[in-house]
């Protein structure tokens, strides 16, 4: 897998989601689907999905004991999606308990990446809510080389820190980053934000855009703005 645009289709349900794929027409862009249209519409969302022929990216973030994320990872791994991901904060154990559960018996697997801190975090709520005192920057550092260390495949982060994770842990890791805005549009609860152009700059893989496509007045043209700002 290259450089390539995710559209987050954080939608409320399949009616929607459906109804907006169906504006691309012949296109399959590679879509993530987080917890509002998982919960919503449970796995039959995915398979539906997949079998349009889109790559998915299943943003569901675990964070449990071990124990439990290798079995939820088994279930997830069985719905053939292509990115996974978890928490970093829930420690190397879990992450490798993951890469255990994903893992099928031919061997293959998704891609698994892990959250370091959100995009919507900055240094003040980390220290004030979460009690880290150290640096952000550091942070995200640190857990970017907790999964590394785990096994993983990469990381979801700032592409603010792309280039850094890159350097800290080689470039074949991957850096798929949201937080992503155009020049000319609303930042909304996003703190640490670039433009695609940007964020193919500072190195980053993959980029998740979510509002910027969605709440478009013609999302297929914010989406071929992005591919054309990111990947051409
Ligand atoms: O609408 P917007 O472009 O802000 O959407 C970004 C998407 O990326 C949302 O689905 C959000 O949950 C997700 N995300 C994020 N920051 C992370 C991990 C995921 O914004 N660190």
Known sequence: MGKDVIIACDFAGAQETF????RFAGEKPFVKIGMELFYAEGPEIVRQIKARGH???LDLKLHDIPNTVK???AVLSSLNVDICNLHAAGTGAMM???LEGLTRSDGTRPLLIAVTQLTSTDQEAM???????EPIDQVVMHYAENAKNAG???????PLEAEKVHARCGAGFLTVTPGIRFADSAAGDQKRITTPAMAKELGSDYI????PITGAPDPVAAYR???AEFVD
């Open 19 to 22: 109804a907006f794929l169906d």
């Open 55 to 57: 790559k998915i990216f």
């Open 71 to 73: 079995k939820s990872m």
């Open 96 to 98: 490798r308990a993951a």
């Open 127 to 133: 220290e004030q809510d979460l009690w880290i005192r």
């Open 152 to 158: 993983l495949d990469g990381v979801v982060c700032s």
């Open 208 to 211: 998740v855009v979510g509002r």
């Open 225 to 227: 703005r992005c591919v």
